[in-house]
């Protein structure tokens, strides 16, 4: 008989802030997102730099209808802002039926809907009182609302009108065509939704989704953008420097976003700082710290105030008085009370010395300064290694208060990994799972996610804060996937995993219960005790390698192989099917620039474990595990294959043991946990507000699992349930079927000690109260 007993007199810890979201521009997630624009390019600075295919007219088309005759051209001279000093010139010799140009947005085109308002807005300036048109219209140029805008002087000048098309639209175009001759310069060419999400100019339907989620707290801007660049702040494409950000949006100088866009900036530092607030989230921004990981290049530290400055001069600008020097910037932008700053995160994720030697003198001025602000120190892209032993001993050396750590992963992963946390230490920093997700948006990788989220609210004494990552994906630009929220043009929809947030994040309660379950036997294996199956030998693409002495060594006996001579191709060298062997080989790089790989346990090209030696950007060695093409990095430390160089190499396996060799030194030594789901995977809370107590229960299993449920000092309980079943384990919303994944909603009543059913493969949420 299966039990689960919830003791309410035993709080055993806090849950705090645990459960928030991760906002980071990829995949066109402020601009074409949550910035609420609608015009692409708006200030004519879309450059190579951003993405080589942008050009500075990239969104714009020239118009010449009905014998009009126009020449368009991109002007830097007297520029209305020297920081985004270009701006668009229109010659017009004869204005015909249309001579102009039109913005067709993102995706497929401009989305606007029937009686909705539209604000128009451009800098404009002419010498000859031209007279311009401003429509909205339909690809086949039919016109849905238009406007007149008489340019009436010399100087730059801003001019607004509203739109509201008689027609909904969602492939529409923005066109400007000039009525009169002459010539018009036009910049920061713009229009937005007149409904924006609280006036804040970000978009309503994806700002609903986030504010369902009620998250605790907001980490952004990123991700990788945060720390790639140069490391001049005025420089294109320069790390993401707040002080940017900020200001009149003709003054923030449009960057280039690492993942080969551009970015206005528009949604900047005081916005988010607003969306925020308008979400009930804590603020989490993370700074850069002078070095970018994926160069390898720092200011020295003699430069590195500045930064430091950058950081105290952010806490200031949140939460500073009106009348200090950041402070009263907040203020004038329009927030005179402070943004109640509590975190601060220096660095995303860090590979090398050279950032934690820069993070101590973060550390050591933000601390002097704030003691009371949290400073978020990070682990690196790995869950385990020595880039990620790294962080946290920066951590516990310098006394950080929280640890961001990254993973993703395979959803057996989460299952095999499910209690990381359960032997970490109950003192020094604690840990901000500031990026996880299992590689998909399936059922099955939601309710696996579930089954993890309930192990990490159960060592809320180690993990503060968790959120999944990334968090929105504009459908066609997606720079990586799985995504929390999908999006287009004028739709949106939460991908399964979204409802499992949901459930968490509305439910999380204020106090960890103490949770006892009895009984629960039944468990799933879901892997093999032992790694058996191909060796395969790989010199990675347009790189040449030499394999000498080649050898397999199990039961005893030891199989030698003839040498290869590979060029960017793979070599299968034999299947094993035992559950001890080793496997050792020399490898000498002759030509190119990558390194090699040696793939084992290998079933099929989507099931095996990969040695990667140097890898494809040469700076790894690391055992990755794939199963259904779904890799989990399991440990990592920086190597690099140097060419004409001989190594010898050597893989021991034992059971899921992996021992890893080159030239003779141990490198590391990982387990390959077996997954097994455990029969149920449990946790409780209470809201103190309200008195509920929240159970939460996640069953991966394919059949359902009953239990006795009791609740002490309790008699008699009703409240809600909500339950997510039913599911295939392959099923994924979409714009389609926005909620084939979709969390079900009942009333309940109990009284003493109750049974309940969790039906197979499902996640459930009680919320009771005692009655
Ligand atoms: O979330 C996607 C990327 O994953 C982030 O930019 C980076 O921090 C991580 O590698």
């Known amino acids: 008989m299966n039990r689960i007993i919830v003791n309410t007199e035993k709080k055993l810890a806090p849950l705090g802030d645990l459960y928030g979201i991760f906002f980071e521009d990829l995949n066109h997630a402020a601009d074409g997102g949550l910035y609420a624009e609608m015009v692409r390019n708006r200030a004519f600075e879309f450059s190579q730099i951003d993405n080589p295919k942008y050009r500075a007219l990239t969104g714009w088309t020239k118009i010449e209808r009905g014998g009009a005759r126009l020449s368009l051209a991109v002007y830097d001279k007297e520029p209305l802002s020297k920081k985004n000093p270009h701006y668009l010139m229109m010659e017009v010799y004869e204005p015909g039926d249309g001579a ?23 800098y404009a300036r002419s010498d000859d009182d031209m007279v311009l048109s401003v429509a909205l219209e339909d690809v086949d140029s ?16 801003k001019y607004e009108l509203e739109l509201s098309p008689s027609k909904t639209d969602y492939c529409g175009r923005l066109v400007i065509k000039a009525k009169t001759c002459g010539i018009a310069c036009l910049d920061m060419v713009s229009m937005f939704p007149k409904e924006t999400f609280k006036g804040s100019g970000l978009r309503t339907d994806l700002c609903e989704l986030l504010a369902g989620l009620k998250p605790k707290f907001m980490r952004f801007p990123g991700g990788c953008l945060i720390h ?101 910037i907040r203020a004038e932008l329009g927030h005179l009370e402070p943004f109640g700053l509590e975190y601060i995160g220096i660095g995303n994720e860090e590979v090398g010395q050279e950032f934690f030697d820069r993070y101590t003198y973060f550390h050591r001025a933000i601390r002097e300064k704030y003691p009371e602000i949290k400073i978020i120190n990070n682990s690196g892209p790995f869950a385990a290694g020595t880039e990620f032993e790294r962080g946290w001993g920066s951590a516990r050396e310098n006394g950080s208060d929280i640890v961001d750590e990254h993973y993703y992963m395979s959803p057996e992963w989460f299952i095999a990994n499910i209690h990381r946390y359960d032997s970490y230490p109950k003192d020094g920093p604690k840990v901000f799972l500031g990026e996880y997700a299992s590689w998909g948006n399936t059922y099955y990788n939601a309710i696996c996610e579930a089954a993890y989220m309930t192990q990490l ?14 968090l929105f994906a504009n459908s066609d630009y997606v720079n990586w996937k799985p995504d929390m929220i999908w999006f287009n043009n004028h739709e949106s929809y939460g991908s399964a995993n979204y409802y499992v947030q949901k459930l968490f994040m509305n439910n999380q309660g204020t106090d960890l219960l103490d949770i006892k379950t009895e009984g629960f036997q039944k468990t799933t294996v879901l892997g093999s005790p032992i790694i058996s199956g191909d060796i395969v030998l790989e010199a990675e693409e347009e790189t040449k390698a030499e394999f000498t002495d080649i050898t397999l060594t199990a039961d005893g006996k030891t199989k030698n192989y003839s040498d290869i001579f590979a060029e960017g191709e793979s070599f299968t060298i034999d299947c094993v099917n035992k559950r001890d062997y080793t496997f050792s080989f020399k490898a000498k790089k002759t030509a190119g620039p990558h390194g090699f790989r040696v ?19 040469n700076g790894d060695c690391c055992i990755e595990t794939r199963i259904n093409n779904r890799t989990s990095a399991i440990k990592h430390k920086v190597f690099s294959v140097l060419a004409n160089i001989t190594y010898e190499f050597k893989l021991e396996v034992k059971g899921r043991s992996i021992v890893i060799y080159i030239n003779g030194e141990k490198q590391f030594d990982v387990e390959d946990k077996q997954p097994v789901a455990e029969e149920l995977y449990c946790a409780a809370s209470l809201d103190y507000d309200t008195g509920e107590v929240i159970i939460k229960a996640v069953n991966l299993r394919e059949e359902a699992a009953s239990s006795a449920i009791s ?27 926005p909620r084939r994944v979709y969390p079900k909603e009942k009333g309940f009543r109990a009284d003493g000690e109750f049974e309940y059913e969790f039906p197979k493969q499902s996640v459930t949420v009680m919320r009771l109260k005692s009655i």
């Not at 039919?142 to 000048?157: F, G, I, R």
């Not at 528009?266 to 994926?294: D, R, S, T």
């Not at 609210?457 to 990334?470: F, W």
């Not at 793939?599 to 950007?617: C, T, V």
């Open 100 to 122: 102009g140009i039109s913005n067709e947005g993102y995706n497929s085109g401009m989305a606007y809907e029937a009686g909705k308002g539209y604000v128009f807005s451009c």
């Open 142 to 157: 039919n016109v849905y609302d238009e406007k007149e805008l008489k340019l009436t002087s010399s100087d730059w000048t």
């Open 228 to 328: 790639d660049g140069s490391l001049n702040s005025g420089d294109r494409n320069s790390t993401y420097r707040w002080k940017n950000t900020i200001g009149a949006l003709e003054e923030r100088a449009s960057r280039r976003n690492n993942w080969e866009y551009n970015q206005s900036l528009g949604l900047g530092y005081y916005e988010y700082f607003i969306l925020c607030e308008n979400l009930g989230a804590k603020p989490v921004p993370i700074l850069p710290a002078g070095y970018n990981p994926h160069s390898g290049e720092g200011v020295s530290l003699d430069d590195l105030q500045e930064w430091i400055d950058d950081a105290l001069d952010l806490i200031e600008f949140a939460n500073g008085a009106a009348d200090t020097k950041w402070g009263k």
């Open 457 to 470: 609210e159960k060592n809320a004494d180690v993990v503060s804060l968790a959120c999944y990552a990334p």
């Open 599 to 617: 793939k084992f346990g290998k079933k099929d090209d989507k099931n095996y474990i990969d040695w990667i030696l140097g890898g494809w950007a």
């Open 711 to 737: 609740i002490s000092g309790v008699s008699s309980v009703s409240g809600t349930v909500y339950e997510l079943s039913g599911c295939k384990l392959d099923d994924e919303n979409s714009f389609e079927e």
